[in-house]
Nanobody, 124 residues
Framework: QLQLVESGGGLVQPGGSLRLSCAAS????????IGWFRQAPGKEREGIVC????????YYVDSVKGRFTISRDNAKNTVYLQMNSLKPSDIAAYSC?????????????????WGQGSQVSVSS
């Protein structure tokens, strides 16, 4: 069974950090672009960062640039999203997704496999 499993969400105070993990089973992430998306209540899904297969090129949207870092560990077949300096505006359900041959895109329809989502809450 091909699936992505996320972990690492939770509740943190403003300025805090969390690390999300996205582990693949049934297929290798080596050949896929991995994207992280988030959806806040009442808002559309937003792509925030992706990392390409091969050269590992990354792309961040401005709202998370400098605070979030995506990385991949091919040996563990896992991609991580380190989130620092979290703000209330980061509150959302975060999902990872894998797309084959999609390059640096954050268009959700381009991605084939999706994780179940992990909630991130920021509150004092």
């Amino acid at each position: 069974q091909l699936q992505l499993v996320e972990s690492g969400g939770g509740l943190v105070q403003p300025g805090g950090s969390l690390r999300l993990s996205c582990a693949a089973s049934g297929f290798s992430l080596d050949y896929y672009t991995i994207g992280w998306f988030r959806q806040a209540p009442g808002k559309e899904r937003e792509g925030i960062v992706c990392i390409n297969s091969g050269d590992g090129t990354t792309y961040y949207v401005d709202s998370v640039k400098g605070r979030f870092t995506i990385s991949r560990d091919n040996a563990k077949n896992t991609v991580y999203l380190q989130m620092n300096s979290l703000k209330p505006s980061d509150i959302a359900a975060y999902s990872c997704a894998a797309g084959y041959g999609v390059g640096s895109t954050l268009v959700p329809a381009k991605y084939e496999y999706w994780g179940q989502g992990s909630q991130v809450s920021v509150s004092s």
